[in-house]
């Protein structure tokens, strides 16, 4: 335990009522060997200056101690990636503070990191970078993907260690079937699963009953809910409610509203979209198109996807959820909204119903009469997992089994019960893996009566029932994939069968490819090291020889000899940071490699597929850019030269304008996208250019504010709105390009008569043009490697609505990082090298026609 | 014709008529007021033209039958129209107004030399134009015709009438008199930058404001939010649930005892900072300092009377306990009120607590932020001095000093320019994980040290401006090459280097698929990176967004008025203006 020898607490000030403290204090441990820094810094309110500037002056003092004194503590730090703790997990902290009580010196961090989501970029490069977290609290249908590549421990052993000697060791008859195996692959496990969540339909009674009387007209019940798909759209048919502009008012059922996807409507239809020995991806078949049809067949009675989608965006939530306001009458979600309920609508009359089936399941009919559950969910949720090379493998362990143990699970819940009763709210079990956990979950804490019991009671029901996704390591390209078909089948783009089958058609490459990988020849980098290093020693030898066989004079070589020093750094960093990974770029093009092994040899294999199957995304890819270059770059020059001009004609105040219109440019690229993401917020009542839009363009045309980042046609749109606020900027240059044209010029043209747009075509344009063309390349090359606004406005989930915002940077880091396919990265890589050759190139030879130089410079 | 063209024929020739009618006007203004001399019988034909042409357009349009499709709002409609269309339409439609151009040039042309010139021009016009159209049919573009109408009132219209004729007159007027030519357009050219401004200005406007609103003036259906209002609070102390400062491992926090333990320990309960916002831990009650809560004022009416007062309690029905400050007869009292009925008291101010609450949700170990201010100043410091080093001793070696080999070398260097990032970002990272460097700011600025070609480029073009009888005279008294450059050469550059730094400044604070690819920990994180994860996390809280980006960019917007003359003088220098 620390031993605190020596605390100098510096300024120490409690402040009066309001404002906050701040403690700086120098805790020595251990007798000075080392010392840590920490600062207290709470800003309560900015009441006072003269405290703040005193505050932000000792805490920058401190910041300098904090920069030069580091040390490590004597504790050992069990880092956790996957969850952050935030207001509501007191239960979660119990748990982990009886961890650290019963191992002394331990302390637990548990950080949010995007890891265990969707985004695996994180926990990748962690690994292999060789600084992992000690656990990861991950998403169980990608489990397999990291453990095909050896990046998670499998637990088997430790397992087998401890069962029987600790009552708290996990084992599969603890636990239900699905999430268990879930997080099986290739007959080990890999990790416990903890929370479990399936999902039900929740039906708005209070809307049924006002539409009771069209809904008896229909034929249909009002006082129970549909069971099956058609019962379901018949009864959205009759609860969808339309503007007089033909948007949603009300929505009756969107398929994909809440959370269903296309997996459970596919399983419910007895689809799996992976053969059972893993080599073959089935998403295409006729049971997973009838599902497709089903969801397509809903999103008409609501006006279509896209009509539904502009609904959507313009939801809200918390206490105007669109199913507490009754704007949506039904939806299929997970038992992780029930909190939501008992917080903002607890008088809320709602039913639950299983998810409605396929009439011929529910009928027993044609090849669903001998199936045996009849109505069926699907359930995801979280497991423990441990990467390789975890610094503290056996305490992860402990750990693990500490909280997923049913004591500590119910310690958990009961001190957020505890709380919550103490808010005076109920608190109502959720379904968890454990089949135990949820037996006394339900004697501890389940409600006497009311709409939340029935929630509950069935979310936990449908655990045995619930199907889970295919344990692949294909998992994440497979769920990618099903999101870009439906996407793609929803929005009409392509036909419900070619959606699938090119979804399908991609997974499958990738699963051949990683199946065939081991048949294929390792690459063997002795050779190319071998002829690379050989070649390298020899140019430099037939480079020195060549600089010996130079005559030079003393003086000269001399000079020589210092030219070379100063150059040198250049010359290594062009080695090595630019030549070499240039050449390693090439050679990993023509291979397999997702980092964890050696890369495997596949000749071109990578290009082959660029421009064969995957040709209509890298087309797509590089047509998107084309837009934004299109479009964007010639809008920012015209703004800016139009500023200059504007500035050129000898106003005053042109230091004062010139700020202002260059101020844009210094707000850091993130921060002005994320405040442009605010502006085109969706939202009318938010977001500033739709409010304005409302106002303008909708009063006059009727034409509705669009969804900007969200919709496909202006998605690009708000990209290059967002590029435009900094063009003004450009016109300091076009201002010194402008004072450089001679007045004579304009002089003598106006004599001749010559009118101001003359002279601007005739004497303007031509003595710029070497700047335009400058601008143009450098803007193209710009461009071209667009990446960060897109990768914020999407928050590096998704390819945007249609891939409307895929550009090919983006398309290479999906490829390197998400699913690890380094070779074909960097054959995209090549890729763009290539086409910023040739645009350069052509750029350069169209050049010659209209670029105007002056003769003599 | 369809309505939709009918509407839209009509529409512009309205339009012209309007446009060729106020022309006409103008022109008699100017004739009335200024009384220009020499050129009467010109303004005059210019007139009658104007009026006629305004009569044909106005009575053709008036004969044409015009539906806008929608319900038509009060007063008299000018119609709009609007033509959406994809921007490969827009390009081939470019391309015809060019092509029409030269053709027309083609023809009028003088020379046969000139007209071959024309025509070559004209098929290049019509070639891109036929792709364009060809992209515009292969991606299934359609040109949609919106029909508008803008409704104006007789009041509107006497108003815009008046104004634009007062406007007009003043600008005449004074230009009689000052007998200036071009007041009026500078007049102009102001009001139009000006205007500039402010569309340029307001993004910056709403960045602030919204940092300093409170939740309920961040989405509103009556407008936008300008001048923000806060909550007025008033302190006290809480009898039921008494708010303590405690201390959690050496840090200060806030919150309340959440159960008695034994003797004097206690269960302590964290309220703030929110990052580990109900995390208990027991303590000594005798460390327990108590502070007041700040309770939120708000009016109701009670028994038809005005009642103003401070919330004590909220409870969990949705119910609140104030207690009323005025009026006077009542104060005191403790009234228990459903929230729905009580009006919050706010005054116009700006909510400075959005700053220290989004600070207290960056994640723990971030000392509130700091260390990703740390870590950018350390990323920023190094690589500029990294890039001024490296970029001063490479440009030396290249524009001074002579050894074979150099301009060949140079020429690889100027053509790493062009050479996207993407390309060699996989191996880069391959070779910093085999360093070991993955989850440090090292492969960030290390590679400043090896200079950027466009620095080295940068410096060349300026060395060669400074004569060479410089450093002729050193080498004479016998000084090194290194004395040379930072006693000789250094001080006549300074400002090229202010520029690289600044530059290179700029280019780290905004530096994001660095960290992006190999920074894991918060504690590691720069800024920009860090601005992103939050938005991740926290993306519905835009008031707590704004703030965390308005604090990313006051450091750089300070530098820039106070290294104005760099950054303007670093666009000049390499063309890299504007985004």
């Keep these: 335990m620390p031993n605190p020898a020596l605390i100098i607490q510096a300024p120490r000030a409690i402040c009066t009522p309001g404002v906050h403290i701040f403690v700086v204090s120098v805790t020595g441990r251990d007798r000075l060997r080392e010392s840590k820094i920490e600062f207290e810094f709470d800003f309560g309110s900015l ?811 | 014709m369809s309505a939709r063209w009918l509407f839209v024929v009509g529409t512009f020739l309205s339009w012209a008529g309007w446009i060729a009618l106020g022309r006409g006007a103008y022109v008699a203004l100017r004739l009335w007021i200024a009384q220009e001399t020499g050129t009467e019988a010109r303004k005059k034909r210019t007139i009658v033209s104007s009026a006629a042409v305004a009569a044909v357009c106005l009575l053709l349009a008036e004969f044409i039958p015009m539906s806008s499709g929608r319900p038509q709002g009060g007063g008299w409609g000018v119609p709009l129209v609007w033509f959406l269309m994809p921007f490969t339409m827009v390009g081939a439609l470019g391309c015809a107004a060019f092509a029409v151009v030269r053709l027309v040039q083609a023809v009028t042309a003088i020379t046969a030399e000139e007209r071959k010139a024309k025509i070559g021009s004209l098929v290049v016009w019509v070639v891109v134009g036929g792709l364009f159209v060809w992209w515009f049919v292969h991606s299934k573009g359609e040109v949609q015709v919106f029909r508008g109408v803008v409704s104006v009132t007789p009041v509107k219209l006497l108003v815009t009438v008046l104004f634009a004729f007062v406007a007009v007159a003043v600008m005449v007027w004074s230009e009689r008199l000052a007998r200036a030519r071009g007041l009026v357009k500078k007049a102009v050219i102001h009001v139009v930058l000006i205007a500039g401004c402010i569309v340029f200005g307001v993004p910056f406007a709403w960045l602030l404001v919204t940092s300093f609103k409170e939740e309920n003036d961040i989405s509103t259906a009556q407008g936008m939010v300008w001048v923000p209002r806060v909550q007025l609070t008033v302190p006290f102390y809480d009898k039921k649930e008494p708010l303590y400062t405690a201390t959690f491992r050496g840090r200060g926090v806030r919150g309340k005892v959440a159960k008695v333990l034994s003797g004097d320990q206690v269960l302590f309960e964290v309220e703030r900072p929110f990052n580990i916002r109900g995390r208990e831990f027991e303590t000594d009650r005798n460390s327990l300092t108590e502070i007041p809560r700040q309770g939120r004022v708000v009016s109701f009416e009670q028994n038809g009377k005005k009642v103003q007062g401070y919330v004590i309690e909220d409870v969990d029905n949705g119910d609140v306990i104030v207690k009323v400050q005025s009026p006077p007869a009542l104060k005191g009292q403790e009234i228990k009120k459903s929230l729905l009925d009580t009006e919050p008291v706010r005054k116009i101010g700006l909510r400075t607590a959005n700053y220290s609450e989004m600070l207290e949700w960056l994640p723990y170990d971030t000392f509130y932020g700091f260390a990703y201010l740390k870590n950018t100043l350390v990323l920023v410091v190094m690589s500029v001095l990294g890039s001024v080093l490296s970029a001063l001793v490479v440009g030396y070696g290249f524009s001074r000093l002579r050894f074979p080999g150099r301009e060949k070398l140079f020429a690889v260097m100027l053509s790493t320019l062009m050479l996207p990032a993407a390309v060699t970002m996989l191996p880069t990272f391959l070779i910093f994980k085999y360093l070991g460097w993955i989850d440090t700011l090292y492969p960030l600025w290390v590679p400043t040290f090896f200079a950027s070609a466009f620095n080295v480029f940068l410096l060349r073009q300026f060395f060669k401006t400074i004569p060479m009888e410089l450093e002729d005279a050193s080498k004479i008294d016998g000084c090194s090459y290194v004395r040379t450059l930072y006693q000789v050469m250094v001080p006549q550059i300074q400002p090229v280097l202010a520029c690289i730094a600044i530059w290179t400044f700029m280019a780290q604070w905004n530096n994001f698929m660095g960290p992006l690819i190999y920074i894991s920990t918060p504690e590691k994180m720069p800024i920009a990176y860090a601005l992103q994860m939050f938005q991740g996390e926290r993306g519905g809280e835009f008031a707590l967004m704004m703030s965390f980006a308005t604090l990313a960019t006051i450091p750089t917007v300070l530098l820039f008025f106070f290294a104005q003359r760099y950054f303007i003088e670093g666009v000049q220098l390499t063309g890299l203006g504007g985004r």
């Design chain 1, 47 to 857: 009441i006072a200056m003269t405290k703040t500037l005193r505050t932000v002056l000792v805490a920058l003092a401190a910041l300098c101690v904090c920069a030069v004194a580091s040390g490590e503590g004597q504790t050992t730090d069990l880092v956790v990636w996957g969850m952050q703790l935030g207001p509501n997990d007191q239960g979660m902290d119990a748990v982990i503070r009886r961890f650290e009580e019963s191992h002394p010196g331990v302390t637990v961090h548990m950080l949010g990191m995007g890891a265990g989501r969707m985004n695996p970029q994180k926990l990748m490069t962690a690994i292999v970078g060789g600084v992992p977290p000690d656990i990861v609290l991950q998403d169980r249908f990608s489990v397999p993907d990291w453990a095909h590549l050896g990046a998670f421990e499998p637990l088997d052993d430790l397992i087998s260690r401890d069962e029987g000697k600790d009552a708290n060791t996990p084992t599969a008859e603890q636990y239900y079937p699905a999430p268990w195996s879930e997080c099986h692959y290739e007959g080990h496990q890999y990790g416990i699963p903890w929370m479990a969540d399936t999902r039900i339909l929740y039906w708005n009674r209070a809307v049924f009953r006002q539409k009771a009387n069209d809904l008896r007209k229909a034929g249909l019940d009002p006082d129970r809910a549909p069971r099956t798909w058609s019962e379901l759209l018949a009864y959205s048919k009759v609860l969808t409610e339309f503007n007089p502009d033909g948007t949603l008012k009300r929505a009756g059922f969107m398929p994909n509203f809440g959370n269903s996807w296309l997996y459970l409507y596919a399983f419910q239809n007895e689809a799996s979209f992976m053969s059972p020995d893993g080599k073959t991806c089935t998403l295409n078949t006729p049971a997973s198109r009838e599902a497709l049809q089903f969801m397509y067949d809903g999103y008409q009675i609501c006006g279509g996807y896209a009509n539904a989608e502009k609904f959507r965006a313009s939801l809200r939530g918390n206490e105007s959820d669109p199913f507490f306001t009754g704007q949506v009458a039904m939806k299929i979600d997970g038992d992780w909204i029930m909190p939501g309920f008992i917080l903002y609508a607890p008088k809320l009359d709602f039913g639950v119903a299983p998810p409605p089936i396929p009439d011929d399941r529910y009928y027993k009919r044609g090849r669903f009469k001998d199936v045996k559950d009849r109505y069926i969910t699907w359930t995801g949720g979280f497991c423990w997992a441990i990467p390789k090379g975890a610094r503290h493998r056996d305490l992860a362990w402990e750990f693990i089994k500490h909280v997923t143990s049913t004591k500590m699970r119910m310690l958990e819940m009961s001190t957020f019960a505890g709380i919550e009763r103490e808010r005076g709210r109920p608190y109502v079990p959720r379904p968890t893996a454990q089949i135990e956990t949820n037996k006394e979950e339900i004697a501890a804490f389940m409600p006497k009566t009311g709409n939340m019991r029935a929630a509950s009671q069935l979310h936990i029901a449908m655990m045995p029932v619930a199907r889970f996704r295919p344990s692949t390591f294909a998992g994440q390209r497979l769920w990618d994939e099903h999101v870009r078909a439906t996407d793609m089948a929803l929005l009409n783009v392509m036909s419900i069968n070619d959606a699938l089958q090119s979804g399908q058609d991609r997974v499958q490459d990738y699963l051949d490819e990683v199946n065939n990988r081991d048949s294929l020849p390792v690459a063997d980098l002795t050779i190319p090291s071998v002829v690379g290093g050989a070649g390298f020693l020899l140019g430099v030898v037939l480079l020195i020889g060549w600089y010996k066989r130079q005559r030079l004079g003393k003086l000269a070589r001399h000079e020589a000899k210092w030219g070379l020093i100063f150059v040198a750094p250049w010359v290594f960093g062009f080695v090595v940071l630019t030549l070499g990974p240039m050449l390693a770029s090439l050679y990993l093009s023509f291979t397999q490699y997702n980092i964890f092994d050696a890369p495997h040899w596949t000749g071109m294999t990578n290009y082959t597929t660029m421009f064969g199957k995957d040709r209509e995304l890298i087309t797509k890819s590089f047509m998107n850019v084309l837009y934004l270059g299109g479009v964007g770059v010639p809008l920012g020059l015209v703004t800016g030269l139009a500023t200059a001009m504007l500035l050129n004609a000898g106003v005053r105040g042109l230091r004062y304008y010139r700020t202002l219109f260059y101020l844009p440019n210094v707000v850091p690229g993130i921060a002005s996208i994320i405040l442009w993401l605010w502006i085109l917020n969706a939202d009318p009542s938010r977001g500033m250019m739709n409010w304005v839009w409302q106002h303008t363009l909708t009063q006059w045309f009727g034409t509705l504010p669009p969804a900007w980042i969200a919709s496909e046609a202006w998605a690009k749109p708000a990209l290059i709105t967002m590029g435009l606020w900094g063009a003004a900027g450009g016109m300091i240059l076009w201002l010194a390009g402008l004072k450089g044209i001679p007045n004579q010029l304009y002089e003598a043209a106006s004599i001749d008569g010559a009118s101001a747009i003359q002279q601007f075509w005739s004497i303007t344009v031509p003595q710029l043009s070497p700047l335009i063309f400058f601008q143009t390349i450098i803007g193209g090359i710009g461009v071209l490697q667009t990446f960060d606004n897109v990768y914020v406005a999407l928050n590096g989930q998704g390819t945007g609505p249609n891939d409307s915002l895929l550009v090919p940077v983006y398309y290479l880091f999906q490829h390197a990082f998400y699913y690890f396919k380094l070779g074909y990265a960097s054959a995209i890589a090549w890729m763009i090298f290539l086409i910023a050759l040739v645009v350069t190139g052509l750029q350069f030879l169209v050049a010659k026609k209209w670029v105007h130089y002056e003769v003599d410079s």
